[in-house]
């Protein structure tokens, strides 16, 4: 066999070998990146049905404070802004600022309730205290699984060479549910009495 053929033989296996190997490795990235963005995807809906369970229990609380505390108008008022803006929160930017007004609100209310013993010892007001408690926590466990979910696929966006690929198909970088006011959040709102 000539050697030309030979070498021209080589040169083309080598290049469809490497063609095959871009093509799974392009293939493999996209398809893992489509599957971070829905995991993360259906984590922000769950911490939306989280902050929706919330928002729906605090009419029910705020009216059985009033109950016993109606002259503290503006802590009613604080949690009644505090819920639209939860409600009205579009993505993980805006929730995060809601989450840290809510959360002072929330405190502002039960610090009203601290006042009142009769209030402290209603059934009613602890069946909502203790609604509220399993909410705040899955709404934290709903928070660190929808931030892991956008560390994971944050780092494959960032890393090379993924980082050309990613943003030449349209991925951009997800953001993280925080608050704009650490403190707020820095401990739950005391609901036990």
Same mark, same amino acid.
């Given at each position: 066999m000539d050697t030309?053929?030979? $070498?021209?033989?080589?040169?083309?296996?080598? @290049? @469809? /070998?490497?063609?095959? /190997? @871009?093509?799974?490795y392009l293939w493999v990235t996209y398809n893992s990146l489509v599957t971070l963005k829905l995991r993360v995807d259906e984590a922000w809906s769950d911490i939306t049905v989280q902050l929706k369970r919330? &928002?729906?229990l605090i009419p029910t609380i705020v009216e059985t404070v009033k109950g016993y505390a =109606?002259?503290?108008? !503006?802590?009613?008022?604080s949690v009644t802004r505090a819920r639209a803006e939860t409600l009205g929160a579009s993505d993980a930017s805006s929730a995060s600022v809601a989450e840290g007004h809510m959360q002072k609100a929330l405190k502002g209310v039960f610090a009203v309730a601290e006042g009142y013993p009769q209030l402290q010892s209603s059934q009613n007001f602890l069946q909502l205290q203790?609604?509220?408690v399993d909410t705040e926590d899955k709404i934290q466990s709903a928070r660190r699984f929808y931030?892991?979910? /956008?560390?994971?696929?944050?780092?494959?966006?960032?890393?090379?060479?993924? !980082? $050309?690929?990613?943003? !030449?198909?349209? #991925? !951009?970088? =997800? $953001? #993280?549910?925080?608050? &704009?006011?650490? =403190?707020?959040?820095?401990?739950?709102?005391?609901v036990q009495f």
């Open positions: 030309g053929l030979v $070498t021209t033989l080589i040169v083309v296996g080598v @290049v @469809v /070998v490497l063609l095959v /190997v @871009v093509g799974v919330r &928002a729906d =109606a002259h503290e108008k !503006s802590v009613f008022e203790s609604e509220l931030n892991g979910g /956008v560390r994971e696929l944050n780092t494959k966006i960032r890393v090379f060479p993924n !980082s $050309t690929f990613a943003k !030449s198909k349209g #991925f !951009s970088e =997800a $953001t #993280f549910f925080e608050t &704009a006011e650490p =403190a707020a959040i820095a401990e739950p709102p005391r």
